[in-house]
């Protein structure tokens, strides 16, 4: 195992710059998750680790060693992709057993790194087949099988689970966390699923456009984003934005919606009066009043059993309120929701950071 340094990371293509001066430190066995929107450059990012891209500018350290001009095969890394990537003349046996045939390792110690593979992904009853004969999330297993044999420093895993259906999703990420339960190896896992991020990571590195928004553990980002993107994009059903203007009255500092409801600002948010915020507030931190609060239309509701879902709109701006308890409301009606102000955040309209003393 081995710790993973970025520093000030820089990629061109051609004259675009896609990575903009990165730094992320990731522990000696740690889970890390670099997650954004596509194109905001993650995938690339964990090329350059592997050493499938060059790098610009900058530096990447692995167990402490300076790895930049060192080729992949000596990076003592393993790669999982989307795509499988699976040999299909061989079986998953072969398959398995194929980088360590190539390193010349001896035949037995390699039988023994494929059971022992086999082993831990339930693997064993399957190593006489051929990819073929294989669902999908077997082909992932076989693929992540493949990668555990080679015993690396560090695991890297490139939206692995981007081909598989909603349910089978769920199971192998709960079967990829226990892998690294066990093994723990340092991982770096590449997805723009943010769900994926949240249950997966110890620590989660939010990117858009080249940069880093914002890192912590799962439950930092989620509880304190310092701007209204990392806001937006953790968080399923996502966390409702409301433009308002910031009022101070005496010490006490409020926001003026556009319609002229008036709410309490979050505690210790910082602003100008007059300066133009968005308030945010998550679905599940919204209380149903009687009056005050928000008053809300109520467009569709969403009954799932556990809770229920409510997509209301409240002066042209859409938002989600969910409920642990059942509610019986009638489209067009109004109801009003008052916002739990502890966990509330103010953002600048014009930055989108986090309005915070």
């Given at each position: 195992?081995?710790s993973?340094?970025?520093?000030?990371?820089?990629?061109y293509?051609?004259?675009?710059q896609?990575?903009?001066?990165?730094?992320?430190?990731?522990?000696?066995?740690?889970?890390?998750?670099?997650?954004?929107?596509?194109?905001?450059?993650?995938?690339?990012l964990?090329?350059?680790?592997?050493?499938?891209e060059?790098?610009?500018h900058?530096?990447?350290l692995?167990?402490?060693?300076?790895?930049?001009r060192v080729?992949?095969?000596?990076?003592?890394?393993?790669?999982?992709f989307?795509?499988?990537a699976?040999y299909?003349?061989?079986?998953?046996?072969?398959?398995?057993?194929f980088?360590?045939?190539?390193?010349?390792?001896?035949?037995?110690?390699?039988?023994d790194?494929?059971?022992?593979?086999?082993?831990i992904?339930?693997?064993?009853?399957?190593?006489?087949?051929?990819?073929?004969?294989l669902?999908g999330?077997?082909?992932?297993r076989?693929?992540?099988?493949?990668?555990?044999?080679?015993?690396?420093?560090v695991?890297?895993f490139?939206?692995?689970?981007?081909?598989l259906?909603?349910?089978?999703?769920v199971?192998?990420?709960?079967?990829?966390?226990e892998?690294?339960q066990r093994l723990?190896?340092?991982?770096?896992?590449?997805?723009?699923?943010?769900?994926?991020?949240?249950?997966m990571?110890?620590?989660?590195?939010?990117?858009r456009?080249?940069r880093i928004?914002?890192?912590?553990?799962?439950?930092?980002?989620?509880?304190?984003?310092?701007?209204?993107?990392?806001?937006?994009?953790?968080?399923?059903?996502?966390?409702?934005?409301?433009?308002?203007t910031?009022?101070?009255s005496?010490?006490a500092?409020?926001?003026?919606?556009?319609?002229?409801?008036?709410?309490?600002?979050?505690?210790g948010?910082d602003?100008e009066?007059?300066?133009?915020?968005?308030?945010?507030?998550?679905?599940?931190?919204?209380?149903?009043v009687?009056?005050?609060?928000?008053?809300?239309?109520?467009?569709?509701?969403?009954?799932?059993?556990m809770?229920?879902?409510?997509?209301?709109?409240?002066?042209?701006?859409?938002?989600?309120?969910?409920?642990?308890e059942?509610?019986?409301?009638t489209?067009?009606?109004?109801i009003?929701?008052?916002?739990d102000?502890?966990?509330?955040?103010?953002f600048?309209?014009?930055?989108?950071?986090?309005?915070?003393a």
């Amino acid at each position: 195992m081995a710790s993973v340094q970025i520093r000030g990371i820089e990629k061109y293509f051609g004259s675009t710059q896609v990575i903009c001066g990165v730094d992320i430190d990731i522990e000696d066995g740690q889970f890390a998750v670099l997650v954004g929107p596509s194109g905001c450059g993650k995938s690339t990012l964990l090329r350059m680790l592997a050493g499938l891209e060059e790098i610009t500018h900058g530096e990447i350290l692995i167990g402490g060693k300076v790895v930049n001009r060192v080729p992949p095969k000596e990076r003592d890394i393993a790669m999982v992709f989307q795509n499988y990537a699976l040999y299909p003349h061989m079986t998953v046996r072969q398959n398995m057993a194929f980088a360590l045939e190539l390193a010349k390792q001896d035949k037995a110690k390699i039988a023994d790194k494929v059971a022992r593979a086999a082993d831990i992904l339930a693997l064993g009853s399957l190593l006489d087949r051929y990819p073929r004969q294989l669902s999908g999330g077997q082909r992932q297993r076989v693929a992540m099988g493949r990668a555990i044999v080679r015993d690396p420093q560090v695991f890297l895993f490139d939206e692995p689970l981007s081909n598989l259906d909603a349910k089978l999703r769920v199971a192998m990420r709960s079967e990829i966390k226990e892998l690294h339960q066990r093994l723990k190896t340092t991982s770096v896992y590449v997805t723009h699923d943010q769900i994926e991020a949240m249950t997966m990571g110890d620590k989660i590195v939010v990117m858009r456009d080249g940069r880093i928004e914002q890192t912590g553990s799962p439950l930092d980002l989620y509880d304190h984003p310092e701007n209204q993107f990392v806001a937006g994009f953790i968080g399923s059903p996502a966390m409702n934005f409301l433009p308002g203007t910031l009022r101070r009255s005496g010490g006490a500092v409020g926001v003026e919606l556009r319609d002229g409801t008036r709410l309490a600002a979050p505690p210790g948010s910082d602003g100008e009066d007059g300066q133009p915020v968005i308030f945010g507030t998550r679905p599940e931190h919204l209380t149903l009043v009687d009056a005050g609060g928000i008053p809300t239309e109520v467009i569709v509701m969403e009954p799932t059993g556990m809770d229920t879902f409510i997509a209301c709109r409240h002066e042209g701006v859409d938002l989600s309120a969910v409920f642990r308890e059942r509610h019986d409301f009638t489209p067009g009606s109004t109801i009003h929701l008052l916002p739990d102000l502890q966990r509330a955040h103010l953002f600048d309209a014009s930055t989108g950071q986090r309005l915070a003393a």
